[in-house]
């Protein structure tokens, strides 16, 4: 192919230098590329054609238009290490299967039966702290959404198993970019600490999960309400009419515990994180929380009724988004729309939420915390502030397609119930000198943690 059919890029200063760029600072290998190449910029990383695109047409194409001409990325390809073929992980007959047996599990009926234990979870974490309390906020909504997961996911409550859950999550998580290095698959496998630390983390895992589906198989729940139940009773009625193995049950409870407690976990911390910043958002905030349900829990019915509650939320994932790059892989050659370029087969395809997200050609005052800009039209212009029109594909923080992540309704109802039930009772002052940094491995982490101090309300 000519390299005039292939947009412009950088190239390698030495050998290796965008894969290590890539692997240690993927916000800023982006923000770069973006800022000198504009809408898409062509490169190499690990030998293979590789593309950044940056434009919500272009996200359009590949993520939904054009989407039979792609299949995952080498992020999701190596997170197999962890995940097997989980829900995230596999492709074509198999992930249709898949989606098609778990689905049910995340039905809006089933979905809001939930929302009680969301809010139980919440209230006793609220209630275990004190006045002036230094907290990591980032590990306490870990182990609050955790608490979640383990409830509402395997129908057990597994805090003591918690922390050795949490702790391997950590430890397999921080130890991920390994994978994504040339060779990554191979080195995982090797007698190197951090090869050795994953290895032990995935180990600990699957011993957890692989218990609680032998004590579900051996003693089933009378309701089947939670999602191992469901995982374990389906039947591919479209199909050969089997169900799943304990291989299968344990790669799709492990890539939904992991993506629903992850994600949303630094949803949470991001947004206590910003409130802090903002007191006039946090006001808000608070007068809302206290108006909605007064003097009892919330429940799923008072969710429409949280509406400045879910714009924060949906504004911390718009300055923060927990994924914040999505990759895909063309098994066929790519004609970018509205250029004369074709992308070879095997191009990697990026598109990055974090970058779309805070892009000024889509978004009004892009770095500024202004989660009014979500409200319903009517409730902005009473504000004098009118919800700005938005490109669909500037914003797509669960991903869109065939492919969209299929545990966003719950998602969206537990961060929205347990940022307001924890918000009846306090706010948070981050502490003096700590210094807030994202860590963009799997997900958007703090990677200092979020050290703040607790005000009781």
């Known amino acids: 192919m000519p390299a005039s059919a292939l947009p ?209 198989r051996a003693a089933p729940r009378a309701d089947g309400h939670d999602v191992l139940s469901m995982l374990l009773a389906a039947r591919d009625t479209e199909g050969d009419g089997r169900g799943m193995s304990d291989a299968q049950v344990r790669d799709e409870a492990l890539t939904l515990l992991l993506a629903g407690h992850e994600t949303t976990a630094n949803a949470l911390t991001w947004c206590w994180y910003l409130l802090s910043q903002h007191p006039d958002v946090e006001a808000r905030l608070h007068a809302e929380v206290d108006a909605v349900a007064p003097g009892r829990p919330l429940t799923a019915d008072d969710v429409p009724h949280l509406a400045y509650t879910r714009a924060v939320v949906s504004e911390g994932m718009r300055l923060f988004p927990p994924a914040y790059i999505v990759g895909r892989r063309a098994i066929a050659p790519w004609p970018v729309p509205g250029t004369d370029w074709v992308l070879p087969t095997g191009t990697l395809v990026l598109a990055s939420q974090y970058l779309l997200h805070r892009d000024p050609r889509y978004w009004s005052e892009p770095e500024r915390f202004r989660p009014e800009r979500w409200l319903p039209s009517q409730a902005a212009d009473r504000d004098g502030a009118a919800r700005e029109p938005r490109e669909r594909f500037a914003w797509f923080p669960f991903g869109a397609g065939t492919r969209i992540c299929i545990g966003e309704g719950f998602a969206w109802m537990e961060a929205t119930l347990v940022l307001a039930t924890l918000a009846r009772r306090w706010a948070f002052r981050l502490v003096p000198g700590h210094r807030v940094e994202g860590q963009p491995i799997i997900t958007l982490r703090a990677k200092h943690g979020m050290a703040m101090s607790t005000i009781s309300r």
């Open 8 to 216: 412009p890029g950088p190239r390698n200063r030495f050998p290796g230098d965008l894969v290590l760029r890539f692997a240690f600072d993927r916000i800023g290998f982006v923000q770069d590329l973006a800022r000198r190449y504009g809408d898409i910029a062509f490169f190499r990383l690990w030998g293979m054609p590789a593309a950044l695109v940056n434009h919500p047409d272009l996200v359009r194409d590949v993520l939904v238009t054009q989407q039979r001409l792609f299949v995952k990325g080498i992020g999701l390809e190596r997170a197999k290490v962890l995940l097997g073929e989980g829900l995230l992980t596999s492709e074509g007959a198999h992930h249709l299967r898949q989606r098609r047996l778990i689905q049910p599990a995340f039905h809006r009926e089933v979905v809001a039966g939930h929302a009680a234990t969301m809010v139980d979870h919440a209230e006793r974490w609220a209630a275990r702290w004190q006045a002036g309390q230094r907290l990591d906020v980032a590990q306490e909504m870990a182990a609050l959404t955790l608490s979640i997961a383990g409830r509402t996911l395997f129908g057990a409550d597994v805090e003591e198993d918690a922390r050795e859950i949490g702790d391997a999550l950590g430890d397999a998580i921080q130890t991920f970019d390994l994978a994504l290095l040339p060779f990554g698959d191979r080195l995982v496998r090797l007698p190197i600490p951090p090869a050795i630390r994953f290895r032990r983390a995935k180990a600990r895992l699957d011993a957890i999960v692989y218990r609680l589906i032998a004590e579900r």
